[in-house]
C-alpha cells in the first residue's frame, strides 16, 4: 500500500479521499470488510488519501499464496524423501552386501561341519564296540551332540519357516522331542500331561523351539529334577525345578546368558522362530525354585 501510495498505479487496492480524523498515518487497519491503510496528500489539510483492498480478495491472494506454498512444500518434501532413499541405499549397500557375505559364509561352515562330525561319530562307534561305553565315551558323545544342535540351531535362524507348515498332533510330537533330550539326561524326570491338539505350522522351526527349551530346562535343573509339560487352552507350559533365572528380561537377548556353558543364542534364536511361526512366548521363574515357559499357541494349534 506504501508503495501504491506513491504513484498510485496498483489495480488490485482501491482509492478514496476520507477527512483527517483519529487514524494514524502509515498504519495497516483490519475491519470485517476491508484491510486499509492511511497515507498524507501533498498541500492538503482536510483529506487523508486511503488505500484499501477489500477482504474478499484479500482472502482470494491469501488462499492463493497458501497453495503455492503448500505445493512449494510438497514438491521439497518429495525432493528430500527421494534424496534420502538414494542416499540410504547408497550407504547401506555395503552394509547388505557384507551381511550376504556374512550368511553365505556361515551356511559353508555348516555344511563343512558334516565330514568332521561323521568322521568323530563313525570313531566313537568303533571305540565303543571294542572298548566298551564308558563315561569318557559318553562325555565325548554329548559334545558331538551339542555341536549338532549348535549347527540345527543355526541352520534355523538362517532360514525363514513361516511358509512350511504342516499339521501334526502336538502329544507324540513332545514324547518324540522329550525321549530325544532325556537319553542326555537320565538324572532329570520328564512328564507330558494329557492333551489332546493338533498344531499346523514349521514343524522343524517348532523342534528346534521344544529342543532349545526343554534342553536348557534339563541342563539348569537340579540333580534329581523334573520337567513337565502342559497344556492350558491355548498355551503350552513347560516347567522346570532348575535354579531359576535373575534376569528373566534378559534371557532372549544375543550373548546374553548367566552360566559358563553354552554361547547365549539359544533363546534368541527361540525368540526369532517364535516370531516368525505367529507364536507369543513369555516366562515366570523364581531362582532356587524354577522357570515355567509359556508358548501361547492360538495362532496355530487346532483343539480337537
Not at 549348535?150 to 501334526?168: D, T
Not at 502336538?170 to 532325556?182: A, M, T
Not at 505350522?201 to 537340579?222: C, E, P
Amino acid at each position: 500500500m506504501r508503495i501504491c501510495s506513491f504513484d498510485l498505479q496498483c489495480k488490485e487496492y482501491k482509492i478514496d479521499f476520507v477527512p483527517k480524523d483519529e487514524h494514524e498515518l502509515y498504519k495497516l487497519y483490519k475491519t470485517p470488510k476491508e484491510l486499509s491503510s492511511y497515507f498524507t496528500i501533498p498541500n492538503s489539510r482536510r483529506n487523508y488519501l486511503k488505500i484499501y483492498l477489500e477482504k474478499n480478495r484479500y482472502n482470494v491472494r491469501v488462499n492463493t499464496i497458501k497453495r503455492t506454498l503448500f505445493l512449494q512444500f510438497l514438491v521439497l518434501e518429495l525432493i528430500v524423501a527421494l534424496l534420502s532413499l538414494l542416499f540410504a541405499l547408497y550407504a547401506l549397500s555395503p552394509l547388505r552386501n557384507a551381511l550376504r557375505l556374512t550368511e553365505e559364509f556361515i551356511k559353508d561352515i555348516l555344511h563343512d561341519f558334516n565330514t568332521p562330525l561323521s568322521t568323530l561319530r563313525l570313531n566313537i562307534s568303533m571305540l565303543k564296540t571294542k572298548i566298551g561305553e564308558n563315561s569318557q565315551i559318553r562325555r565325548i558323545e554329548n559334545s558331538i551332540q551339542n555341536i549338532l544342535n549348535l549347527q540345527n540351531n543355526l541352520r534355523s535362524y538362517l532360514h525363514s519357516h513361516a511358509s512350511q507348515k504342516e499339521e501334526f498332533a502336538l502329544k507324540p510330537f513332545l514324547k518324540e522331542r522329550v525321549e530325544l533330550i532325556s537319553a542326555n539326561h537320565k538324572d532329570i524326570s520328564f512328564h507330558i500331561e494329557d492333551m489332546n491338539a493338533t498344531l499346523f505350522t514349521n514343524r522343524d522351526a517348532f523342534s528346534r523351539i521344544i529342543d532349545n527349551l526343554l534342553s536348557n530346562a534339563a541342563k539348569y535343573n537340579k540333580k534329581n529334577g523334573s520337567v513337565t509339560l502342559r497344556l492350558e487352552k491355548s498355551t503350552l507350559l513347560i516347567e522346570d525345578t532348575g535354579k531359576g533365572i535373575k534376569n528373566p528380561k534378559r534371557v532372549f537377548e544375543r550373548f546374553y546368558k548367566e552360566q559358563d556353558r553354552g554361547i547365549g543364542i539359544g533363546l534368541h534364536i527361540v525368540q526369532k522362530l517364535c516370531d516368525e511361526l505367529g507364536i507369543k512366548i513369555s516366562l515366570q521363574s523364581q531362582l532356587s525354585h524354577g522357570t515355567t515357559f509359556k508358548l501361547k499357541l492360538i495362532n496355530i494349534i487346532k483343539n480337537d
